[in-house]
């Protein structure tokens, strides 16, 4: 990977829309995120399911053919809300891209995707260690509403 330019600019990182190609990259980008080595075979059998899902939108960061970083967003309709709703699911940036605009670009990419699927909202989850994760969300204009809880069942 190339090293990273403290200048980075806009025009340099290419958003795009996730291939098959790039199964590997965005498993490394996740398993990172996750700190833990995620079993491949599931991995690969839900990614690719999901490519073929329109209501669901992988896009990689790159630079100079590089994947920096990630997102994937879910639209789905809620009865809750009576319309449908965009989750961001996953979004990673290497930590030496950080602070450089890419994660701004990848949530300006995900907004005009739940915007074109006519969604009325877009909702993040975080874990509540990551701090610095939810001061960057929350620049970029997120509310911190609610709480979320899990009950796991393994």
Known sequence: MNQP???????????RNVTAADAQAIYRMLCELENTVLPLPEFLKIFNANLTDSNIRYLVAELESDCIGMASCHVQLLLHHASSVGEIQEMFVYPAYRSMGVGKLLVRSIIDFVRSKGATQLEVTSNKIRTDTHRFYEKEGFQKTHFKLILNHE
């Open 5 to 15: 330019n403290s200048n980075l600019i806009e025009g340099d990182v290419l958003i």
